[in-house]
């Protein structure tokens, strides 16, 4: 598979591990969340280190500044 092929069927299944999360998510052990987040964020540390090689100056969506999560999320109640 090429790169363009694996990275939209990474968005895809994201979007279906989205819903699984949001309806259930609390199946989860610590241990598994752990996992996801630290994947996560080595997934977006790489694709920020390949953007800033390819940028050569130019801003990128997000003027230049990779998306925030450190922000606490909350959940609407169901």
Do not use: C, W
């Not at 790169?3 to 949001?22: E, T, W």
């Not at 989860?28 to 790489?46: F, G, K, M, N, P």
């Not at 801003?59 to 909350?74: A, L, N, Q, V, W």
């Amino acid at each position: 598979m090429d790169m363009q092929h694996l990275v939209k069927q990474f968005i895809s299944d994201s979007k279906n591990i989205y819903r699984k999360l949001r309806s259930r998510g609390e199946e989860l052990s610590d241990l598994d969340l752990v996992a996801l987040r630290e994947q996560l964020h080595i997934l977006d540390t790489e694709a920020g280190h390949l953007q800033d090689l390819k940028s050569d100056g130019i801003t990128f969506m997000f003027h230049g500044r990779r998306p925030e999560s450190d922000k606490p999320y909350i959940r609407k109640a169901v």
